[in-house]
Antibody
Framework: QVQLQQSGPGLVKPSQTLSLTCAISGDSVSSNSAAWNWIRQSPSRGLEWLGRTYYRSKWYNDYAVSVKSRITINPDTSKNQFSLQLNSVTPEDTAVYYC??????????WGQGTLVTVSS | DIVMTQSPDSLAVSLGERATINCKSSQSVLYSSNNKNYFAWYQQKPGQPPKVLIYWASTRESGVPDRFSGSGSGTDFTLTISSLQAEDVAVYYCQQYYSTPYTFGQGTKLEIK
């Protein structure tokens, strides 16, 4: 079955870049039906979808307006994984970050989650 | 953006009793070309990611007990737990996957009375 394994640092300094990776097993990042998403969860913002990358003959990205100027989601076909980069972070970006598979179906499965704290 | 509003915010139900959670979307999530509601319910327990229970508004995910059921269409949806078990204590979320940005309800915390 499909499994997602997240990795990346749990502490990021303000104004720096948050970087997380989600390794996929049991599916391909280049799938023509799946989409690969990042979501975050915090007490103040609840569950917030951040964006996705997907392949339909070429690569596409969708991003939430709230982070559009700061976010990049990239596929890595050589390692069958995808990544999240969020620039210029502030303490408001402190949250548990999740990756998840989607497409024309609900978000499943999810990665295990990574608590990222933005603090000096 | 499609706004998802759940009610109630919290709910306490006795073991063996019925629990009902509602979710309303600010616009229809029914896709007319295939007559499917792009709507799901998730269960989240502490320290775990959300887990999908119900999708297409009323289809149970494999392995989910049949005491969980979903109903509704268009903009109004309901999750029913027919006979509450201790392991059902969790936060429940609704979500639309009709269009991006995907959006979630604020969550309903379900406890034992």
């Amino acid at each position: 079955q499909v499994q997602l394994q997240q990795s990346g640092p749990g502490l990021v300094k303000p104004s720096q870049t948050l970087s997380l990776t989600c390794a996929i097993s049991g599916d391909s990042v280049s799938s023509n039906s799946a989409a690969w998403n990042w979501i975050r969860q915090s007490p103040s913002r609840g569950l917030e979808w951040l964006g996705r990358t997907y392949y339909r003959s070429k690569w596409y990205n969708d991003y939430a307006v709230s982070v559009k100027s700061r976010i990049t989601i990239n596929p890595d076909t050589s390692k069958n994984q995808f990544s999240l980069q969020l620039n210029s972070v502030t303490p408001e970006d402190t949250a548990v970050y999740y990756c998840a598979r989607g497409g024309s179906w609900p978000l499943a499965p999810w990665g295990q989650g990574t608590l990222v704290t933005v603090s000096s | 953006d499609i706004v998802m509003t759940q009610s109630p915010d919290s709910l306490a139900v006795s073991l063996g009793e019925r629990a009902t959670i509602n979710c309303k979307s600010s616009q229809s999530v029914l896709y007319s070309s295939n007559n499917k509601n792009y709507f799901a319910w998730y269960q989240q327990k502490p320290g775990q990611p959300p887990k999908v229970l119900i999708y297409w508004a009323s289809t149970r995910e494999s392995g989910v007990p049949d005491r969980f059921s979903g109903s509704g269409s268009g903009t109004d949806f309901t999750l029913t737990i027919s006979s509450l078990q201790a392991e059902d204590v969790a936060v429940y979320y609704c979500q639309q996957y009709y269009s991006t940005p995907y959006t979630f309800g604020q969550g309903t915390k379900l406890e034992i009375k």
